[in-house]
C-alpha cells in the first residue's frame, strides 16, 4: 500500500462564480488559516485541471474536518479532491473524490 503524503482540494470556478469563489476562500482562510495552504487564484484552467481553480494543500490530519466543511459549505461551487502519494496520474484519475459536479480532467497533463 501507498502512504498518502497529502492532500489537494481544488475548488472550480468560472467568471459567473468567481466572487463566490473569493468569498469561499476567504472563508477558508479565515476558518482553517495556518492548517492549509492556499495556491494561486488562477483565472484560466491549468495543469489537468478544465477550469479555473485554486488548491487548498493539507496534511491528512486535516482531510475529514475539510472534506466534512466543504461538503456543506461549497455552495454552487464544485470542488476535486485527491491525495498525494508519488502517482500524480493514479492519485487524479482513481483515487480521487468530487463534492458537486465533476468534470472531465487533461489526464494527458499527468501523463494519461
Do not use: C
Request: hydrophobic share 45%; glycine share 8%.
Amino acid at each position: 500500500m501507498t502512504d498518502i503524503i497529502s492532500w489537494h482540494a481544488h475548488v472550480y470556478f468560472d467568471q459567473a462564480t468567481r466572487d463566490a469563489a473569493w468569498a469561499l476562500r476567504e472563508t477558508i482562510e479565515a476558518r482553517f488559516g495556518g492548517r492549509l495552504e492556499i495556491g494561486r487564484f488562477h483565472e484560466r484552467p491549468v495543469g489537468p485541471h478544465p477550469m479555473w481553480s485554486y488548491q487548498l494543500a493539507f496534511g491528512p490530519e486535516l482531510l475529514a474536518e475539510l472534506f466534512a466543511w466543504l461538503t456543506l459549505n461549497h455552495g454552487t461551487l464544485d470542488v476535486f479532491l485527491h491525495p498525494n502519494t508519488g502517482d500524480a496520474l493514479r492519485d487524479h484519475r482513481d483515487a480521487a473524490a468530487w463534492i458537486g459536479r465533476s468534470y472531465p480532467l487533461k489526464l494527458a497533463a499527468l501523463g494519461g
